[in-house]
């Protein structure tokens, strides 16, 4: 299928104080972790959370990036776009931009019609860390960090994430790969009641939601379908150090992902009565 690719070169970081807080503005080529390291080093809080992510500050609205209990829709204060559909340039409200979990006017409603120039995020300057996420926790606790700087909380991050191979290594076996692939599955109560009714083990993990809902893992539910981490199908398969990235070995091609990934939903759905929605954007045709 013929299609244009345009790579987003856009540079430039601008910062405006805002009251109580600071608002930086960034262009949609900037890469995105070297915004948090800058953010963390100058004191600003509000994305230390989302350390070691790769790509741009552009796709940043567009997915509703988000990891260990923040996510970028707290702090996005506007973003300005191209409207492909009338060629003017508009700045959007973080209303307009319609954010939900992982997802957002950009990704889902209105799909290919908006490119992103720049991002405007609300910062705290001198704000203490966000630590919601048990998995931190355990990890400043182990570091005997009982009240954490941005600083310590962006370390143990980054080194949570390399435990798990989710920050860029050309080194790791487990490298190719586009992270999650699948966004965790928030479900009724009954649901996670059913689920759990199960007895497997460990317990299923599950996350309150503001709904009435519970957020339960993705890679809980892959493991326990029965593939484990490791889990390979010929030149694809699962990562050795979390079940919910799928590796493309030497050889695979989008046919092979894409298979694996369904035959990881089929699974899920057959045990456990859960869909899988997949995280990133599939387009074009399998080849």
Same mark, same amino acid.
């Given at each position: 299928?013929?299609?244009?690719?345009?790579?987003?070169?856009?540079?430039?970081?601008?910062?405006?104080?805002a009251?109580?807080?600071?608002?930086?503005?960034? +262009?949609?080529?900037?890469?995105?972790?070297?915004?948090?390291?800058?953010?963390?080093?100058?004191?600003?809080?509000?994305?230390e959370? #989302?350390?070691?992510?790769?790509?741009?500050?552009?796709?940043?609205?567009?997915?509703?990036?988000?990891?260990?209990?923040?996510?970028?829709?707290?702090?996005?204060?506007?973003?300005?776009?191209?409207? =492909?559909?009338?060629?003017?340039?508009?700045?959007?409200?973080? %209303?307009?931009? %319609?954010? =939900?979990?992982?997802?957002?006017?950009?990704?889902?409603?209105?799909?290919?019609?908006w490119?992103?120039?720049?991002?405007?995020?609300?910062?705290?300057?001198?704000?203490?860390? =966000?630590?919601?996420? +048990?998995?931190?926790?355990?990890?400043?606790?182990?570091?005997?960090?009982?009240?954490?700087?941005?600083?310590?909380?962006?370390?143990?991050?980054?080194?949570?994430?390399?435990?798990?191979?989710?920050?860029?290594?050309?080194?790791?076996?487990?490298r190719?790969?586009?992270?999650?692939?699948?966004?965790?599955?928030?479900?009724?109560?009954e649901?996670?009641?059913?689920?759990?009714? #199960?007895?497997?083990?460990?317990?299923?993990?599950?996350?309150?939601?503001?709904?009435?809902?519970v957020?339960?893992?993705?890679?809980?539910?892959?493991e326990?379908?029965?593939?484990?981490?490791?889990?390979?199908?010929?030149?694809?398969?699962?990562? =050795?150090?979390?079940?919910?990235?799928?590796?493309?070995?030497?050889?695979?091609?989008?046919?092979?992902?894409?298979?694996?990934?369904?035959?990881l939903?089929?699974?899920?759905?057959?045990?456990f009565?859960?869909?899988?929605?997949?995280?990133?954007?599939?387009?074009?045709?399998?080849?």
């Amino acid at each position: 299928m013929d299609g244009l690719v345009i790579g987003m070169a856009l540079r430039g970081v601008s910062v405006q104080d805002a009251g109580s807080a600071v608002e930086v503005t960034v +262009a949609a080529g900037e890469p995105w972790d070297a915004l948090v390291a800058l953010a963390v080093e100058r004191g600003w809080a509000g994305i230390e959370c #989302l350390s070691g992510i790769p790509g741009l500050v552009g796709a940043t609205p567009i997915q509703n990036v988000g990891a260990y209990g923040q996510d970028v829709s707290e702090t996005v204060a506007g973003v300005r776009v191209l409207d =492909t559909r009338s060629g003017e340039v508009v700045a959007l409200s973080p %209303a307009d931009c %319609a954010f =939900t979990y992982r997802d957002s006017v950009f990704k889902s409603a209105e799909p290919g019609r908006w490119a992103v120039l720049e991002v405007r995020y609300r910062l705290r300057p001198g704000g203490a860390p =966000t630590v919601r996420y +048990a998995e931190v926790d355990r990890h400043l606790d182990g570091r005997g960090i009982g009240v954490p700087s941005l600083g310590d909380v962006r370390e143990s991050v980054l080194a949570i994430r390399r435990a798990k191979s989710m920050v860029i290594d050309p080194d790791d076996p487990n490298r190719r790969s586009c992270g999650s692939f699948f966004v965790n599955p928030v479900i009724t109560m009954e649901e996670a009641d059913r689920v759990a009714g #199960l007895g497997l083990s460990p317990p299923l993990p599950r996350w309150p939601q503001p709904d009435g809902r519970v957020k339960v893992p993705a890679a809980w539910l892959i493991e326990r379908a029965g593939f484990p981490r490791g889990y390979r199908q010929g030149s694809v398969g699962l990562s =050795t150090r979390h079940a919910l990235a799928i590796v493309a070995h030497d050889g695979a091609r989008s046919r092979d992902v894409l298979s694996f990934a369904w035959r990881l939903q089929e699974a899920v759905r057959a045990r456990f009565g859960v869909a899988l929605v997949p995280e990133p954007v599939i387009w074009g045709q399998m080849v």
